[in-house]
T-cell receptor, first 111, second 114 residues
Framework: DQQVKQNSPSLSVQEGRISILNCDYTNSMFDYFLWYKKYPAEGPTFLISISSIKDKNEDGRFTVFLNKSAKHLSLHIVPSQPGDSAVYFCAASAPGNQFYFGTGTSLTVIP | NAGVTQTPKFRVLKTGQSMTLLCAQDMNHEYMYWYRQDPGMGLRLIHYSVGEGTTAKGEVPDGYNVSRLKKQNFLLGLESAAPSQTSVYFC?????????????FGDGTRLSIL
């Protein structure tokens, strides 16, 4: 059973607007969350992370929000740029070494 | 700096054949991982290693074996390939636990089992 879910397979946004990618999880033991970005024919690259002791983490145009009570995670990209077009994966882990990945959301930023 | 290199990039096998996928990293990372990515499933952890000579099972280990004889290399073996193992395989490494330092991924190996 999928413990980390990204229910939107795709998202299209106009350049300059905000992109919001969502992620839900079921395991209340998860205490660390990451977002990865993946271009075609390449491996995922780390984007941003957040620990469960925080509810927000910001890095430039990227902000991750965590709502523990709702078991929900979101990535905001402001402003969106055409180079942001990629597949975005969220991942979560409980104490230990294993990460669980979502199925990914394909973001297209329209110039 | 090559980072994480996976060999080969593409391979087609017949059912029952065996093969080994090689992952090499030049960053002196302790932790190494093998994932598979299937449509609609995201990335799933097959096996991982927390140091030279160590291996551990991940979420979907059946049908695969791994070895970490050298710190820089992590090998994934398929002893008797099955069509269900058709997938894109990613290797990753990290200097410390991924909750401290993020994983670096290779570009993947696309494997088809006929």
């Amino acid at each position: 059973d999928q413990q980390v879910k990204q229910n939107s397979p795709s998202l299209s946004v106009q350049e300059g607007r905000i992109s919001i990618l969502n992620c839900d999880y079921t395991n209340s033991m998860f205490d660390y969350f990451l977002w990865y970005k993946k271009y075609p024919a390449e491996g995922p690259t780390f984007l941003i992370s957040i620990s469960s002791i925080k509810d927000k983490n910001e890095d430039g145009r990227f902000t991750v929000f965590l709502n523990k009570s709702a078991k929900h995670l979101s990535l905001h990209i402001v402003p969106s740029q055409p180079g942001d077009s990629a597949v975005y994966f969220c991942a979560a882990s409980a104490p230990g070494n294993q990460f669980y990945f979502g199925t990914g959301t394909s973001l297209t930023v329209i110039p | 700096n090559a980072g994480v290199t996976q060999t080969p990039k593409f391979r087609v096998l017949k059912t029952g054949q065996s093969m080994t996928l090689l992952c090499a990293q030049d960053m002196n990372h302790e932790y190494m991982y093998w994932y598979r990515q299937d449509p609609g499933m995201g990335l799933r952890l097959i096996h991982y290693s927390v140091g030279e000579g160590t291996t551990a099972k991940g979420e979907v280990p059946d049908g695969y074996n791994v070895s970490r004889l050298k710190k820089q290399n992590f090998l994934l073996g398929l002893e008797s390939a099955a069509p269900s193992q058709t997938s894109v395989y990613f290797c990753a490494s990290s200097f410390d636990r991924p909750t401290i330092l993020p994983q670096h991924f290779g570009d993947g190996t696309r494997l088809s089992i006929l």
